[in-house]
């Protein structure tokens, strides 16, 4: 194993590692689109399934 | 014309009313919106949607039997008006719903 | 702390909102741009103090909602008791403006009104006595222009300073019983000329609204049925030439050039290394990506010119000339405004279609918006246009036009199959005073949607091209695929079988189908696929289109003829959008039905379409029906034998309803 190897070893997992994490991140925020500007304000985040409205955020 | 149309911003609204329905009797019968000429301003007279909702809609936007509207251009499906200080597209139905 | 923006629509709450907490939320000239309500941390250098929060809430008229998203705006105020209100008033529109303003001071919530667009007002000789308005009001008031952010730190200061007092109100609704309608129509009557008297004292105008301006002779044409559906068309046309074909690619072709040194620099560093670390870092990350971004100046270009149109307030004179014929199909104009934002992103165009307020309609509009393609689809048609038609800007133009006339027949089969009965719809939509668009405004635009690209190439489209990488180098017993068994790789087992339905398309092979499949996730992965799995990064390459005029390397590599080629593009362009917006669309439309009627709908249009292109075009180009003619056509059949069966069944249940609501309203005439 030479040394760009373990470096492209490195670089592969810390990449992934970080678009995982990311991506992980937004979910748990209950972003549903990743890097959507809208994210905030979309409806799959802001409807309520339980009362049928969309919350107005001051629920949060 | 003119004179109607700066009284009817001035502060007394009654006579504005006097002088544009007084316009708009000349003709006579009741007219709607689509039969209106562009360019002048109207008293409207009755407004039938035959839907509250739409009814209550067009009030709130100051568009009521009693206050002034302007026509500003006609086409053969919609029609530009001035209603308070504001610019609207009405569509056909709703042209035909505004009586004046 | 909490500060509610509340006022009519475009009037300028979300202009303020950006200025205040640094956001870039959506703005745009016309009325129900927002359709949500927001909230973030005003600025600490504004307010003095980090714990204020403004919320950013939809235009309203009045307190009594209309449309879905003014109603998100009263039960706001009414319920979720803010600090204090902001109520900002169109200056250009007081008499309108102010019959809100005495509802909201009603409510006993500390209120100030800023009294927004005083620059417009400026340019047309009008005045308003601000303090003698604030007197008339009770209520402090300040001038204020959004879009240069004059004004606004008094305006948040005084709202502050006023958290926790009692608003009186100048104008108290007499106590009345809210079911009587001719008492509410009176109250309404008693307030509004308890406004028309403030206004009459306070304002005073120079050129009167009613007066015919030269911007009125521009609008006439606009909306006149034929010369402004060919201004729309040119200017559809212009963005996309430029966009696409002109500037665009222009940047592109420098950036591409980067990404593939790069790339090269990448697979030279790693030249004694196990291959599979090459493919995956090479061409699965730096590659895929690589591809992906690649189509970034694209765009960006294109955002930048929506935007631009956006600011200036032609989006509600298209409105305004497409109500004809969107009501002739059983839309309304209203379902315009969804289309057009659909070229940015179809998530927003879905969410706008709350401001449409007929349930039917708003479904449908919901149901048919994403056909036009969005921001993601570029880089998508951008290839294809490239590779097969020698980066011709017709393609993009083409693509956006199906994507209207598929709006019109999927319009017209929701009419057919929900036995639509014809009902009043009424159209009426504001055309706000031209402005000047702000170039600073649509750049900011612009590099905020740039960020969220590179975001979602760097994350989503990454692990994506990584997983697909993965799964085409190993074989199911996770041994490396050897060369020329590549169909042995666990992707091409599982996009295998998909393949096969689509050979009466035209591009049957386990590649292009795991590349739609991608598309789900993100429409950008279809372009990172195929990069990964051809091998290929350099899509755009202008030297190269000029000298080759189309049969390039990659079109050579994806083997597709430019007949093939379009249906493939269509059938990706067609199909259901990705994921997020079908969720977008399951919440806006609250109704399981129509959501898979939608999903059925889509998928059912991107493989007709595909089929169509497909073998009238060969037939055309060589004089035969494509392979899989019969198969195809089988399907299609199908495809139109469960419409059928599906709309016999919602009419027979339609019917069913309507007797009932026949049967109610009489029994309610004869109580």
């Not at chain 2, 006579?28 to 009814?55: F, Q």
């Not at chain 3, 889509?602 to 004089?623: H, K, M």
């Not at chain 3, 109610?664 to 004869?670: F, L, P, T, V, Y």
Request: charged content about 20%; overall charge neutral.
């Amino acid at each position: 194993m030479n040394t760009a190897t373990i470096i492209a070893i490195i670089a592969i997992a810390v990449i992934l590692g970080l678009a995982i994490r990311y991506i992980y991140k937004e979910k748990k925020k209950g972003t549903k689109c990743i890097g959507c500007p809208y994210a905030d304000s979309c409806p799959s985040k802001m409807f309520d399934p339980d009362t049928g409205k969309y919350r107005c955020g001051h629920s949060k | 014309m003119e004179l109607t149309m700066k009284s009817l911003f001035k502060a007394d609204e009654k006579t504005a009313a006097k002088e544009t329905s007084a316009v708009a009797e000349e003709k006579k019968d009741n007219i709607t919106l689509l039969d209106a000429e562009p360019g002048k301003t109207y008293i409207i007279k009755e407004i039938n949607t035959e839907d509250d909702e739409m009814n209550s809609f067009l009030f709130r936007l100051g568009c009521y039997p009693g206050e002034p509207i302007t026509l500003i251009s006609k086409k053969r499906k919609s029609c530009i008006v001035v209603i308070k200080d504001g610019r609207y597209n009405l569509d056909q139905l709703l042209s035909e719903a505004i009586v004046l | 702390m909490r500060i509610a923006f509340a006022g009519n629509p475009n009037s300028g709450k979300t202009t303020m909102y950006n200025a205040l907490t640094g956001r870039s939320e959506k703005v745009g000239n016309w009325g129900g741009v927002t359709v949500g309500s927001k909230e973030y941390t005003i600025k600490k250098e504004i307010a003095g103090r980090d714990d204020v929060i403004a919320v950013d809430l939809p235009g309203a008229y009045s307190m009594s909602p209309f449309t879905p998203e003014e109603g998100i705006t009263s039960e706001y105020v009414r319920t979720a008791n803010p600090d204090a209100i902001v109520n900002i008033v169109d200056a250009t529109n007081l008499s309108r403006s102010l019959f809100f303003t005495t509802q909201l001071l009603e409510l006993g919530i500390p209120v100030v009104v800023a009294l927004n667009k005083g620059d417009i007002n400026e340019k047309e000789g009008t005045k308003i006595d601000t303090a003698k308005l604030s007197a008339k009001l009770g209520c402090p008031v300040f001038d204020t222009i959004s879009i240069e952010q004059k004004g606004l730190d008094e305006v948040i200061k005084t709202a502050i300073s006023l958290a926790g007092t009692t608003q009186k109100a100048p104008y108290l609704q007499a106590d009345i019983n809210l079911h009587d309608k001719a008492a509410v129509d009176k109250e309404d009557r008693k307030r509004y000329e308890f406004v028309n008297n403030i206004v009459a004292d306070v304002e005073t105008r120079k050129q009167l609204s009613a007066e015919a301006t030269k911007a009125d002779t521009v609008d006439n044409v606009l909306t006149n049925p034929i010369a402004g559906i060919l201004v729309f068309a040119a200017v559809m046309w212009f963005v996309f030439w430029v966009s696409q074909a002109w500037l665009g690619p222009l940047v592109a072709d420098w950036l591409v050039g980067w990404i593939e040194t790069f790339q090269e620099w990448v697979a030279a560093q790693l030249e004694n290394s196990p291959p599979i670390l090459s493919a995956l870092l090479a061409d699965g990350i730096v590659g895929g990506v690589g591809a992906v971004v690649g189509f970034l100046p694209l765009v960006m270009v294109m955002y930048f010119l929506i935007a631009l149109l956006e600011d200036c307030g032609y989006m509600a004179r298209v409105s305004a000339v497409m109500d004809p014929i969107f009501k002739r199909v059983g839309l309304s104009g209203k379902s315009v405004i969804p289309v057009v934002i659909g070229t940015g992103c179809g998530i927003p165009a879905i969410m706008a279609c709350r401001t449409i307020r007929d349930e039917r309609e708003r479904r449908a509009t919901t149901m048919l918006t994403t056909f036009i393609p969005c921001g993601a689809k570029i880089p998508v048609i951008a290839l294809f246009a490239g590779a097969f038609f020698a980066g011709a800007s017709w393609v993009s133009l083409l693509s956006y036009f199906l994507g209207l006339v598929l709006i019109f027949l999927g319009a017209l089969l929701i009419k057919g199959i929900t036995g639509y009965k014809y009902r009043k719809s009424f159209f009426i939509m504001e055309l706000p005073k031209w402005k000047a668009p702000s170039l600073k405004f649509a750049f900011k635009m612009m590099m905020e949607r740039a960020r969220a690209y590179i975001v979602k190439a760097a994350t989503i489209i990454l692990v994506c091209n990584t997983v697909v990488q993965v799964m085409q180098s190993f074989n199911w017993h996770f041994q490396p695929v050897e060369e020329g068994a590549e169909s042995t790789s666990i992707l091409a087992s599982i996009a295998s079988p998909f393949a096969v339905l689509l050979i009466p398309l035209g591009f049957g092979v386990w590649q292009l189908a795991a590349a739609a499949i991608t598309g789900f996730i993100a429409k950008e992965n279809v372009v990172g696929t195929l990069a990964v799995v051809y091998g290929l990064t350099a899509f755009i390459d202008t030297e190269e289109l000029a000298m080759t005029g189309g049969a390039n390397t990659v079109a050579m590599t994806m083997g597709l003829t430019s007949v093939t080629a379009l249906a493939y593009l269509f059938f990706n362009l067609y199909t259901p959008p990705c994921f997020a917006a079908i969720g977008a669309m399951n919440s806006e439309m609250k109704s399981k039905g129509w959501l898979w009627g939608a999903i059925g709908l889509q998928l059912g249009t991107g493989y007709t379409i595909a089929f169509l292109v497909n073998q009238f075009g060969t037939l055309f180009t060589e004089g035969h029906f494509a392979a899989g003619f019969v198969p195809g056509l089988i399907a299609v059949l199908c495809m139109v034998a469960a419409l059928v069966l599906i709309a016999k069944k919602v009419r027979a249940h339609f019917d069913e309803q309507y007797e009932l609501h026949a049967k109610s309203s009489k029994e309610g005439a004869a109580a």
